[in-house]
């Protein structure tokens, strides 16, 4: 009686699959996937202490660099960028009004972009700012062109004065957030 139900039961479940309705499986759909990844990572670190920019007494800039920035040295990569976007962060405790300039250049030196900032001496709270590339920003053919950033710090205070906040010095860092389409 036991094996008779089990037998019932089965074939109860076989038709029950053999008469279901199903849709028809559509296997192209991943020819309409897109992918869109954010990459985010930092950019650039400089940091200077007071002492440092008052020893540069030649000159009143007290720092430059060159860095190579080669993330979108590969066609691929560039030509999938949508949008992209950079942001600063400035700290100054020293007691030195500064001008800082990133330049944006190309593989051949030219200047494609300066990102400029007046800092005030003794900043209360971080400055903040984010710059935009692609719609409703900058054009993203500044991003994709370039081969390196300089970046440069001037003292446009004096070469003498000392904060009294512990460890003046000077902070800058950046960081970018790119938008690609893959597919």
Request: glycine share 4%; hydrophobic share 40%.
């Amino acid at each position: 009686m036991k094996k008779r139900i089990d037998l019932m039961l089965l074939v109860t479940a076989c038709a029950f699959l053999m008469f279901s309705c199903t849709e028809e499986q559509n296997f192209d759909q991943i020819d309409d996937l897109t992918v869109t990844p954010t990459l985010a990572t930092p950019l650039f670190y400089v940091e200077s202490d007071e002492q440092t920019i008052n020893n540069s007494v030649t000159t009143t800039t007290f720092y430059t660099q060159t860095v190579d920035f080669e993330v979108f040295s590969e066609t691929y990569v560039a030509e999938r960028l949508l949008e992209g976007t950079i942001t600063y962060a400035i700290d100054n405790t020293t007691s030195k009004n500064l001008f800082l300039t990133i330049e944006f250049l190309d593989a051949s030196g030219n200047v494609l972009d300066v990102e400029s900032f007046n800092i005030e001496a003794d900043l209360s709270e971080t400055f903040i700012r984010e710059v935009v590339y692609g719609p409703g920003g900058k054009s993203l053919d500044i991003l994709t062109a370039t081969a390196q950033l300089r970046i440069t710090a001037t003292n446009l205070g004096d070469t003498t004065s000392t904060s009294t906040n512990a460890d003046p010095k000077i902070e800058l860092g950046s960081a970018a957030e790119f938008l690609f389409q893959l597919k």
